[in-house]
């Protein structure tokens, strides 16, 4: 029968999703439209550079452009792995980032579970805006206010010690303090802005859970417990994710802004790295070896979080 109904000239089974979607194009016209600025950005600044990816298997010559430079494999890879600050590049990496898992990424998730129990609108407001300024202030700025309060002679903090009688400590060039100071400027300034997305899965909840809860004698622990937590855990992971994928990628701005060849110990990682022998030192291939490490590590490392997210919460990013 099917066949006699497409002899006869009815539409086929293609036709008809062909026109679904094309209705679907036509009511959506406008909004696809915004996608357009998005897609040619990722297309020109992340999918087209890509290209430049092989320098990272050649021995780089500006002269020579990317294609006629000679070939040297995996030459460089080598080399990094068996360079003597390989590991100390690893650990730095890791530790800031670690540090920056455990006590950056829960702090967004309270200061929205305490805006979302702040009912006066005249106070939560003035309080959320407080919040997200910092994120908009430049890191130049904000760097350059850490470096004048912790001088060692005429920054506030070593005035405030010194009045309690403790002798001035060197933050800047003692190798064991930069960790701290890195992640405390990393709460102070994105916490506010990364509260937003918490903030709008909060609002997402039904208040007929809360008003049951407390009927049957829930406490305030206990429904943030029960309730609110539940209720966002997808959200709470999908950015657990995108977090863990980025356990190897730190932003080099901040830490050259802070760091000082006196705390390289502690304060130098893989994108200053890449940085001072790629920008600096010009050597573009060896630098791009690094970076293509790097991202690869971060791709496996995405992918590995998202598949145990599955197994373990049912949630994840695809």
Same mark, same amino acid.
């Given at each position: 029968?099917?066949?006699?109904?497409?002899?006869?000239?009815?539409?086929?089974?293609?036709?008809?999703?062909?026109?679904?979607?094309?209705?679907?194009?036509?009511?959506?016209?406008?909004?696809?439209?915004?996608?357009?600025?998005?897609?040619?950005?990722?297309?020109?600044?992340?999918?087209?550079?890509?290209?430049?990816?092989? #320098?990272?298997?050649?021995?780089?010559?500006?002269?020579?452009?990317?294609?006629?430079?000679?070939?040297?494999?995996?030459?460089?890879?080598?080399?990094?792995?068996?360079?003597?600050?390989?590991?100390?590049?690893?650990?730095?990496?890791?530790?800031?980032?670690?540090?920056?898992?455990?006590?950056?990424?829960?702090?967004?998730?309270?200061?929205?579970?305490?805006?979302?129990?702040?009912?006066?609108?005249?106070?939560?407001?003035?309080?959320?805006?407080?919040?997200?300024?910092?994120?908009?202030?430049?890191?130049?700025?904000?760097?350059?206010?850490?470096?004048?309060?912790?001088?060692?002679?005429?920054?506030?903090?070593?005035?405030?010690?010194?009045?309690?009688?403790?002798?001035?400590?060197?933050?800047?060039?003692?190798?064991?303090?930069?960790?701290?100071?890195?992640?405390?400027?990393?709460?102070?300034?994105?916490?506010?802005?990364?509260?937003?997305?918490?903030?709008?899965?909060?609002?997402?909840?039904?208040?007929?859970?809360?008003?049951?809860?407390?009927?049957?004698?829930?406490?305030?622990?206990?429904?943030?417990?029960?309730?609110?937590?539940?209720?966002?855990?997808?959200?709470?992971? #999908?950015?657990?994710?995108?977090?863990?994928?980025?356990?190897?990628?730190?932003?080099?701005?901040? #830490?050259?802004?802070?760091?000082?060849?006196?705390?390289?110990?502690?304060?130098?990682?893989?994108?200053?790295?890449?940085?001072?022998?790629?920008?600096?030192?010009?050597?573009?291939?060896?630098?791009?070896?690094?970076?293509?490490?790097?991202?690869?590590?971060?791709?496996?490392?995405?992918?590995?979080?998202?598949?145990?997210?599955?197994?373990?919460?049912?949630?994840?990013?695809?």
């Amino acid at each position: 029968m099917a066949d006699n109904t497409l002899a006869t000239g009815a539409p086929t089974p293609m036709k008809i999703r062909v026109n679904r979607g094309w209705k679907k194009f036509l009511r959506d016209r406008w909004l696809l439209l915004m996608m357009v600025p998005g897609i040619i950005y990722y297309v020109v600044f992340k999918f087209l550079p890509m290209y430049g990816v092989i #320098i990272a298997f050649k021995k780089f010559n500006v002269y020579l452009g990317i294609l006629k430079s000679p070939w040297v494999g995996f030459k460089h890879f080598v080399n990094f792995f068996n360079a003597p600050y390989f590991w100390q590049l690893i650990r730095n990496t890791m530790l800031i980032n670690i540090y920056s898992l455990v006590f950056t990424f829960p702090m967004p998730i309270i200061l929205a579970i305490a805006f979302n129990e702040i009912y006066r609108a005249r106070l939560k407001k003035p309080l959320q805006s407080i919040t997200f300024l910092p994120h908009f202030i430049s890191t130049v700025v904000v760097t350059s206010l850490v470096l004048r309060f912790l001088a060692p002679t005429s920054g506030i903090v070593n005035k405030l010690l010194g009045y309690i009688g403790v002798e001035p400590v060197s933050f800047l060039t003692d190798p064991k303090y930069f960790r701290s100071i890195y992640i405390i400027m990393e709460v102070w300034k994105g916490v506010g802005w990364s509260s937003i997305l918490f903030i709008a899965a909060l609002s997402r909840i039904d208040t007929a859970l809360y008003e049951a809860a407390v009927v049957d004698g829930s406490s305030k622990l206990q429904q943030q417990w029960y309730i609110t937590l539940p209720s966002i855990i997808p959200t709470i992971v #999908i950015m657990l994710i995108l977090r863990v994928g980025h356990l190897l990628d730190l932003g080099a701005q901040t #830490i050259i802004l802070l760091y000082n060849p006196m705390i390289y110990e502690t304060a130098d990682v893989l994108s200053t790295f890449v940085y001072r022998r790629g920008i600096v030192n010009a050597d573009f291939s060896y630098a791009a070896a690094v970076d293509l490490f790097t991202s690869v590590i971060g791709f496996v490392l995405i992918i590995s979080s998202n598949k145990i997210s599955k197994m373990v919460t049912d949630s994840g990013l695809w």
